[in-house]
Structures are given as C-alpha cells and as structure tokens.
C-alpha cells in the first residue's frame, strides 16, 4: 500500500564501465503491492529500464502492477508458477518446464532473483539458460539450509546491514552480500506543506477539526504489526479529538483484536481507511507517522517515506529500523510492544511544527543523504553488471557444453 512509481525513469544509458545495456531476467509472485518487495522491485525495474537496461518479468498472480510495468516498456510474461511444497516435489518440478523454458528462450545476461524462496526454480532455471543469479534478499531466510540451499549464487543484495547479518549467521559468507539499502524518489514521495496538508485532508474526507493533528499509521493492520500498542497508547494519551486524531489505512480484512481495541477508544479520535496505491495524500494528510512493528523489520520503508515528505516517523527499534533513525533520528525510536514509551514519544512529537518547525525539512535531508534514489540504483546496477555472463564482440554468449556459468555454481 504505497505510491506507484510515476513515469519517472531517472538518467537514460546503461552505467559508466558497462559495454552494453544488461538483459535482466527476473519474477514477480504478484503483479500487485503486497507488501514491500513487491513496490521495490517495480521501482527497480523502473530504474534499471531508466538506464537503458531491458527487464523481462515472468510473473505467478496477475494484477495492477501490469499497467505500471507496461509503462516503462515491460510486458509482464506469465502466468508461471515459482514455488515448490515438499509434498508435491516432483509435480512443482514438472509445472517448472514451461517458464524455464521461457527463460532459456529470453537469452538473457543475469537472473536477478527478488524472492529467495523461489531459489529452486531459479537454480533450475539458470542451469538450463546458462545464466549466474544475483539474490536480492528482502526478508530472512526461508530454509534450514540455506548455504546449501544457496550453493551456486553469484552474489546477494541485502537491503539493510541486519537483513546482510542475518544471512550470514545462516550460513552466506560476508564477502558474498552487497548491503544495499532501500530508496525512495523524492519525486514520488514529493514534501507537503501547510497547503498539501490541508487539501489532502479535504480530499481524504478526514472531517477534522481545523488545526487538529494527525498521527498515521498504514500497511498491515495487524497485531505483530504493532496496531494493538498504538491503539493503546493513543488510549492512554486521551487527546481530545478537537486537539488530534489517529488515522489508520491499510486492506481487509482488519484482524478482529484490532477491531475491538478500536472500538474502546473515545467517538470521534480515529479514523478507519481502506488500503490505498498511492499514499502520498495521506502523508500530506499527517503531522506525524508511526510505525509500532514488532517484527524484526527488514528495512522500514514506511519510515522513509514519510521523511521524503517532510514529517517526522516514530518506529520502534526492532530489525533494520535504527538503520534509518539514526544520528538526530534516533530519538524516534522507542522500545516494541511498550505502549507507554510510544505515547510519550507521540506526546514530545506531535507539536514538532510549532515547536521545531525546521525538522520536516531535515527529515527529508535525511532521506535524500542517507538513501538516495539514484545512487541505489548505480549499485545494483553495479552488481548486476559485474556477476552478469560474459557477452558481447569479440566475446562467447554461450558457455561450451559441460562448463558452468561463471558464478552459477560456486560453492558457498
């Protein structure tokens, strides 16, 4: 539940050192933004198209996403199926032929693997195509064995040191990950100011007291997300609705025990919506963002986000979120599941335009210093290059029968 990327592709040509533009194979479980991985790999590819790079996206589920990838010249190719249960193994595996078929046929440079669960399609995919994989791991990792499981991958992209740490403790050599952390555009993520705020309100039919904050949370509406803890503070912090108002946006279905917290609180002191593609209005809409997680968080995209806009974002310290509170930041973080500790941070906040009034401007230096969208971009673009398969004059475009690819089977 996040912005679609605008028709924004950034510097066109493929990267300084780089011959030719790559071919780029990669695969999408859903054309649709469930979660994060989903919207950064879209933008990605945005970016990568943006350089003169061709992407080829084989896909599972169909959806919205379809439109945004078409934009920039990518027609989703599917629908294939990437998973494998071990009580079906040798079913999936048959189910596998036609889509690694396909990408044998694509004749492309690297496959660039966005969801580390579907590394047996991948191995099996990159075998029969000759290509190396670059594994760009966005969650933690999914099997017991994962150096085994892993064995033959050129290369990881990590998108935060703890997501990198993680996957070493697990078995990935250090020297083997490339941390690259998340980004955001300021162009899409563009700051609001007093007129933002108030049109976006009005347009979001938010039905506010003039002058009242709002203190906004979105995505998953669920207990491990940290609702039930923000629902309590705002409880315990008992603001009158003329003063501030708590907003909450995220898809359905609402976990019932969430529903039921919402219910206790005061008439009038929050607001219910339903998920949206593009959550720049309700970032206008905010004084202040709060992220409660109690998940080891692989990044915290939310917090960027809001930051680019130019507000500030409470998250609790758990996974890669201190990564992004850092510095001056850091007094943003508080501890998870402590209800208390929330509230007081909200409460020392909430007036931040009145009494900090230059912060939201160093929110969004933040962001523009710490993740910058374009220098994201070069460095997967630089992994990619450098683990890509040799191609070009004067160069083999096909490895001789029997020998493997460069980096497809390097042991781990």
Not at 141 to 150: A, G, I, Q, S
Not at 223 to 231: D, M, N, R
Request: one cysteine or more; charged letters at 25%; hydrophobic letters at 45%.
């Amino acid at each position: 539940m996040t912005a679609p990327p605008r028709l924004r592709t950034g510097r066109t040509g493929p990267r300084a050192g780089s011959s030719t533009p790559l071919r780029v194979l990669t695969t999408a479980e859903r054309l649709r933004p469930v979660g994060g991985v989903e919207l950064c790999m879209l933008q990605d590819t945005v970016g990568l198209v943006g350089r003169g790079h061709r992407v080829d996206v084989l896909f599972h589920h169909d959806g919205v996403q379809r439109a945004e990838y078409a934009s920039v010249g990518v027609e989703p190719i599917g629908p294939y199926p990437f998973d494998v249960d071990r009580s079906s193994v040798l079913r999936d595996l048959r189910r596998f032929a036609p889509s690694i078929a396909r990408a044998r046929s694509l004749a492309s440079d690297v496959l660039w693997l966005n969801r580390p669960e579907q590394i047996v399609w991948a191995q099996l995919a990159a075998r029969w195509a000759g290509l190396p994989i670059v594994c760009h791991l966005h969650h933690a990792p999914n099997f017991h064995r994962t150096r085994l499981v892993m064995t033959g991958v050129a290369h990881f992209v990590a998108v935060s040191e703890f997501m990198k740490t993680l996957w070493v403790a697990a078995g990935i050599s250090p020297e083997r990950i490339t941390v690259v952390h998340n980004a955001v555009s300021a162009d899409e993520y563009p700051r609001g100011g007093a007129a933002e705020l108030e049109s976006a309100r009005r347009d979001l039919g938010l039905g506010i007291a003039p002058g009242a904050r709002v203190v906004l949370s979105y995505g998953r509406l669920s207990v491990e997300k940290g609702v039930l803890t923000l629902v309590e503070a705002w409880r315990g912090l008992a603001l009158d609705p003329e003063r501030a108002v708590l907003v909450l946006a995220g898809p359905a279905p609402v976990e019932p025990e969430v529903l039921d917290a919402l219910a206790g609180l005061p008439e009038g002191s929050y607001r219910l919506l339903d998920a949206r593609r593009d959550v720049v209005p309700l970032l206008h809409a905010a004084d202040l963002v709060v992220m409660a997680s109690h998940l080891p968080e692989a990044f915290g995209r939310v917090l960027i986000e809001a930051m680019s806009t130019g507000r500030p974002a409470v998250g609790t310290d758990v996974g890669a979120v201190s990564e992004v509170l850092s510095g001056e930041f850091a007094g943003l973080l508080v501890r998870p599941a402590d209800p208390l500790d929330l509230a007081a941070r909200i409460a020392a906040v909430l007036d931040w335009r009145h009494d900090d009034p230059g912060l939201g401007e160093r929110c969004r230096d933040r962001v523009a210093e710490g993740f910058p969208h374009e220098q994201h971009i070069d460095a997967l673009e630089a992994v990619l290059t450098a683990h890509a398969r040799l191609r070009g004059p004067g160069r083999r475009t096909r490895r001789r029968k029997g020998e493997i690819s460069r980096g497809v089977a390097q042991p781990s």
